[in-house]
């Protein structure tokens, strides 16, 4: 028998591939708990509505980006480079929750409460992943020591707004994204070599 986390992954993964497929306002609890041979009273005992499902569903998502950034991040030699990575990676991934939140909002659906609250979640976790990057780099000497708390709130207020910069110029469209990723990683190149100008150890 499976275990209750085990069996919240695979409803999860079934909610994820309905929502991608079908939308948010299509997507139904009977047709998630047929994927995964649930029924609606039984689903109920996992989620109590379509909305905490959803976003579950998001919040998973971006434990699963924040990982594949960590990964990255391993590969990646020097801060300027790991910190141009995680600002470039976390703007495609915040291009692709605007486009969620954009469809709800379009579908009359008031989970907006609950959406900024995920969003703030996911702002604070990634903000603290940034921090422990820049005291890395501290204590190795790359960079002066300073408050990494607001070094690092510099170059999300930075990366901010160049997403928002990004997010009207493709309009949300994933297939714009992908077409304009270059001038915004540059974007974020250039604006982290003038950060960083002010704060490396070199003289």
Do not use: W
Request: aromatic share 10%; net charge neutral; with cysteine.
């Amino acid at each position: 028998m499976l275990k209750r986390e085990e069996k919240k992954q695979m409803i999860l993964k079934a909610a994820a591939e309905c929502f991608s497929k079908n939308g948010y306002d299509k997507t139904t609890l009977d047709e998630i708990g047929h994927k995964v041979s649930l029924n609606k009273a039984t689903l109920y005992y996992y989620y109590s509505s379509k909305d905490d499902l959803f976003c579950d569903v998001i919040y998973a998502e971006a434990h699963r980006f924040r990982e594949l950034v960590r990964v990255g991040i391993t590969e990646k030699k020097g801060i300027e480079n790991k910190i141009v990575f995680l600002l470039f990676e976390r703007t495609k991934f915040y291009q692709h929750l605007s486009l969620l939140h954009y469809i709800i909002v379009e579908q009359g659906r008031k989970i907006e409460p609950i959406f900024i609250s995920l969003r703030d979640s996911i702002y604070n976790e990634e903000r603290n992943l940034l921090i422990n990057i820049i005291k890395e780099a501290m204590d190795q000497g790359e960079i002066r020591y300073s408050d990494a708390s607001r070094v690092a709130d510099v170059f999300l207020k930075m990366a901010n707004s160049v997403a928002v910069e990004s997010h009207h110029a493709v309009m949300m469209s994933d297939d714009k994204f992908d077409s304009a990723k270059e001038s915004i990683m540059d974007d974020i190149r250039f604006t982290t070599k003038l950060i960083f100008s002010g704060i490396s150890a070199r003289p």
